[in-house]
């Protein structure tokens, strides 16, 4: 027995409280957020709910409660805003990770311009040229809004995903006949393919979870589900918002599993090259 007491680490205890007050930290409110999706009764002081059943889920899909509408409109948002990202965000990229350019960092600079400003007074001042324009409550309005977001992620990562393709073998393909635009498609696009993913997984989240553009161009006319979010939990029906809640985490966790197995460590060192 003493020698067993003699082995034992001292600072076993700190160690499991340090872990135990992580792991409460952030699996605490995820299991806050399940119950709360279940719970028909529940208020204070009870530590857990006093019914459970799945009322709220019906009123959450049903044709008045707009889950269904904000969940197809905040996906083919989303997906649309990934292609107009790639679509700019590729040749900028490749150019970008490829050519010599003069002042390339203020141009990656550049990018996180969007990020630097509080999104208030900007979306604020967009809403009203978007009106002028009749883009202001349109789904193509609301893209145009996520994809200066999403440009931020779209760019670095592209910029790094082909910085990280050994320039070697696309020249190697222009040797044995290849031209420029083949080089590119059949061997440095495949090669990115696993950063340009990642890339394309960032903007979908970010476009999935983006409120104050969705809200200031798009709100009363476009149904997003952040916005249903909002106007659950500032009603107090946190049961349809956990709901809504829950509706946006899971393919946030689903596609982060999916960057951290495409996104190698190779890419990531190369942002901001």
Not at 38 to 61: D, I, N, Q, T
Request: proline share 6%; charged share 10%.
């Amino acid at each position: 027995m003493s020698t067993f007491l003699s082995r034992l680490d001292p600072w076993w205890l700190p160690r499991a409280l340090v872990l135990g007050a992580l792991a409460f930290v952030i699996f605490g409110p995820l299991a806050n957020l399940l119950l709360w999706t279940v719970a028909e009764k529940w208020y204070f002081p009870h530590a857990l709910p006093l019914e459970f059943g799945f009322s709220y889920w019906e009123r959450v899909f049903s044709p008045r409660g707009n889950a269904v509408e904000s969940l197809t409109n905040s996906i083919v948002v989303a997906l649309l805003t990934v292609v107009l990202s790639l679509t700019l965000a590729i040749p900028a990229g490749y150019a970008l990770a490829r050519l010599k350019l003069p002042l390339r960092g203020l141009v990656l600079l550049a990018f996180l311009i969007p990020q630097a400003f509080p999104n208030l007074t900007v979306y604020v001042n967009i809403a009203r040229l978007f009106y002028v324009v009749g883009l202001n409550g349109t789904i193509p309005g609301v893209v145009l809004v996520h994809t200066t977001h999403g440009l931020v992620y779209a760019v670095w990562i592209a910029t790094a995903a082909f910085a990280a393709v050994d320039a070697e073998l696309e020249e190697a393909a222009r040797s044995i006949g290849a031209s420029g635009l083949r080089a590119f498609f059949d061997v440095t696009l495949p090669l990115a393919l696993p950063g340009l993913l990642a890339s394309a997984i960032f903007v979908f989240l970010e476009s999935l979870d983006e409120f104050t553009g969705s809200y200031f161009v798009g709100a009363p006319d476009v149904n997003m589900l952040p916005l249903l979010l909002y106007t659950a939990g500032a009603g107090g029906n946190y049961q349809i918002a956990s709901i809504t809640a829950l509706l946006l985490l899971i393919p946030s966790i689903g596609f982060m599993l999916v960057v951290e197995r495409f996104l190698k460590v190779d890419v990531l060192a190369r942002v901001g090259r």
